[in-house]
């Protein structure tokens, strides 16, 4: 199928071929039949993405920021890679479109096959032949409404949920500047409310558009005060909404000067926010913000798992404010197809993008692309890329999940080690697989991973995905009779351990992304500990806010599991030796902001006698560096920091090794993989494997029983 999609670093726009998405439980598929664009927000991502690197850099300075702090810990070249893979990312196009359904999830109810149904969201409602639409970002559209009106639903929904935000009241007089596409759906929206309108622009035809649709006065920008003024009989406006789209503070500064004592000035549009204090305190004005669609936006909980809030405690969330648009212009209230100015077919589309950026010199306002009717979903879950041949003597991977993390440091270390073969990619979107798919010259582009498992011509999975999919994933790779390498942690509940356990037959390589141990600094302190040995190990890991995916247990794991797991393998690692028991106690206050076992001290005792203590600290300055290890044995005193200085202490003299880049071991993980594959000896036990993993399950246990816990 085709999507449109652009470079955030280069600015390239097109129409490219990608694998239809997978219909996930909490959604549906559904076959575009029109999208709008969106001329305000996408010409300005448009815009910002054809912007050089530097002019990039100005607009955000608090980013450059992070990169500079994070070049003193890693080092120039690890950021600079990091931060350019990042900026390669391709960014989807469009959030409002209007479509049939084609398949539906297994927790989607009121749905069916066949349904017509207008659609919302970024990243969801796409400028695509096929979307997959999580529940609370999609409506049924009325029979009486036509695909192109209800193709308007998001941008009618953020007008909605601005109006709303001024709680206008029947016959209060109302100011609307800035008369785009928002702002014309205001004014009709506000009419509908029984208000008396005032719209402003600085183009005639839209100050005209304005007049026809309902606005009982209109007005250039430069005669608003004037004419704001005349209009509410001198005593200023109830209300004011800015829907313009401009850097100007100007429009903040008109609706201080237009609006009455204690009115409300509510923020659609993106304009400029140095707000003159005297004139909003003066006449205590009640200055507002809209955001988006409404309730629900942005949380994760509403729109990607489906959690619906309260009828009556939230009666307005986005899905509902969909509704509400959908019917307003079924009643005839509201009428979108009297703002479009240009219709194309979707194969068309890069037609609407030179308008969009001045390459064709015409005025528009409202732009739909319509799509084709004859899509078959079976015949787009895959892409070939190419008929590369491939050789049986490398390691031949299928990699399943791209995301920032795989494609800014798994992909570039495989790729330095060479011997590998990339075959088949599968990933959530077909965006992903699409931009990762190319940069690395995969053979083929799915979003199913049965193509992963089911190919022969591959040998070597690869799992990448968020930490709840992995155990399955391995499962699966070795019932394929494949070599499996997954990103930490191996699994996210006991049980799954022990199912894998029982699916491991040793004939297939396990390895999992314990990258610590190789690195160089690592191996140097392992050869120095030649017998039962003490280590100290302290992580200042920072803050991962609640709302993060890894924190959500059911998912992610939390960080115990999801990220302490690396910890105890350096540790296991270095004494050579398995835990048996484990006593871990976290930093119990009042602030909840992050969990309690965000700060943890953990202690652990191993077979052959040593110990270790970990200590995970998440609420610590991130200036200090992150991970910091000290190690006793027999003489011998060890510091490892961050990976890039390692001081060793032996016989009455100081050892002090450096280096410029930090070097977690990466490519030491996958140059081991690659061996193992080829030799058919594991890199990393699986017997350590399992028992660090299970190790974190008793840190938990621990946690919640204050005792010492057996492993």
Same mark, same amino acid.
């Given at each position: ?10 600015? *390239? ?10 219909? =996930? ?40 920021? &992070? ?75 009325? %029979? ?27 016959? *209060? ?14 004014? =009709? ?30 007005? @250039? ?11 509410? #009989? ?15 503070? =100007? ?51 509403? *729109? ?33 197809? *009297?703002?479009?100015? @240009? ?69 570039? #270390? ?175 206050? %009042? ?86 594959? &080829? ?33």
């Amino acid at each position: 199928m085709k999507q449109l999609i652009q470079s955030f670093k280069t600015g *390239e726009l097109g129409l490219f071929d990608v694998p239809a998405p997978i219909c =996930q439980e909490n959604g549906a598929l559904v076959q575009t039949t029109v999208s709008l664009v969106s001329a305000g927000t996408e010409k300005m991502l448009v815009d910002f993405a054809k912007k050089s690197m530097l002019a990039k850099a100005k607009d955000r300075p608090d980013l450059v920021k &992070q990169v500079v702090d994070k070049m003193k810990k890693e080092g120039v070249k690890n950021t600079l890679e990091k931060v350019f893979t990042k900026l390669d990312t391709p960014i989807p196009l469009g959030y409002s479109a209007a479509g049939q359904v084609i398949e539906v999830g297994s927790n989607m109810s009121g749905l069916n096959v066949g349904d017509r149904v207008a659609c919302g969201g970024a990243g969801y409602a796409n400028h695509a032949e096929i979307n997959y639409v999580p529940k609370n970002l999609m409506v049924k559209i009325p %029979d009486e409404v036509d695909d192109i009106d209800a193709s308007f639903v998001t941008v009618g929904a953020i007008a909605l949920q601005g109006v709303r935000q001024t709680e206008p009241k029947l016959g *209060e007089r109302v100011a609307v500047i800035g008369l785009g596409l928002l702002g014309q759906l205001t004014v =009709q929206l506000l009419k509908a409310n029984g208000c008396k309108v005032i719209g402003s622009d600085v183009d005639p035809d839209k100050i005209a558009l304005a007049k026809k649709l309902g606005a009982d006065e209109t007005c @250039h920008a430069g005669d608003l005060i004037a004419k704001a003024n005349e209009f509410s #009989n001198g005593h200023g406006v109830d209300a004011v909404i800015i829907a313009a789209s401009t850097s100007s503070n =100007q429009p903040v500064i008109d609706a201080a000067e237009i609006s009455r004592m204690r009115g409300r000035v509510v923020f659609l549009g993106m304009v400029g926010m140095d707000i003159p204090r005297n004139d909003y305190y003066k006449k205590e004005i009640d200055l507002r913000l809209s955001m988006a669609y409404g309730p629900g936006r942005y949380d994760p909980e509403y *729109e990607e798992k489906g959690h619906d809030y309260p009828f009556d405690l939230v009666r307005w969330t986005e899905q509902r404010n969909f509704e509400a648009f959908l019917g307003l212009i079924e009643e005839g209230k509201i009428t979108p197809k *009297e703002l479009i100015t @240009h219709s194309y077919g979707f194969d068309d589309a890069m037609t609407a993008y030179d308008l969009l950026e001045g390459k064709i010199q015409e005025k528009y306002l409202g732009i739909v692309l319509k799509y084709k009717k004859d899509i078959n979903l079976d015949e787009h879950k895959i892409v070939q890329r190419s008929d590369k041949a491939v050789s049986a003597d490398k390691v031949n991977v299928g990699l399943i999940g791209a995301g920032n993390f795989t494609k800014s440091v798994i992909l570039p #270390n495989m790729q330095k080690v060479g011997g590998y073969e990339l075959v088949g990619l599968c990933t959530a979107t077909g965006v992903s697989a699409q931009g990762t798919g190319k940069k690395y010259d995969f053979k083929y582009i799915t979003t199913d991973s049965d193509e992963i498992f089911k190919n022969t011509e591959i040998n070597s999975v690869f799992v990448t995905t968020q930490h709840n999919d992995h155990a399955l994933k391995v499962i699966k790779a070795m019932e394929n009779q494949k070599h499996c390498f997954v990103e930490k942690p191996l699994c996210i509940y006991e049980e799954e351990l022990e199912a894998i356990k029982e699916a491991y037959n040793g004939k297939s390589i396990l390895q999992v992304g314990f990258n610590r141990r190789f690195s160089p600094m690592v191996e140097k302190m392992k050869v120095k500990l030649n017998g039962p040995a003490s280590i100290n190990y302290r992580v200042n890991a920072g803050i991962i806010p609640k709302d993060i995916w890894i924190q959500d247990r059911t998912i992610g794991g939390g960080r115990i599991i999801g990220e302490v797991c690396h910890f105890i393998d350096t540790c296991s690692y270095l004494v050579d030796s398995e835990v048996v028991s484990v006593y871990a106690a976290t930093v119990q206050k %009042d602030d909840q902001s992050i969990p309690d076992e965000d700060n943890v001290n953990i202690t652990l005792k191993y077979a052959n006698g040593s110990t270790a203590i970990i200590s995970y600290y998440a609420y610590g300055d991130t200036s200090m560096p992150k991970e910091h290890i000290e190690a006793f044995c027999n003489g011998v005193s060890m510091q490892m920091t961050d990976f890039r200085e390692l001081i060793i202490y032996s016989g009455g003299k100081k050892e002090k090794i450096k280096s410029a880049n930090q070097d977690k071991g990466f490519m030491g993980e996958f140059k081991a993989f690659k061996e193992s594959v &080829q030799n058919g000896r594991p890199a990393i036990p699986f017997e350590s494997i399992y028992n660090t993993t299970k190790t974190t399950f008793k840190i938990l246990e621990s946690i919640r029983r204050g005792n010492v816990e057996q492993v």
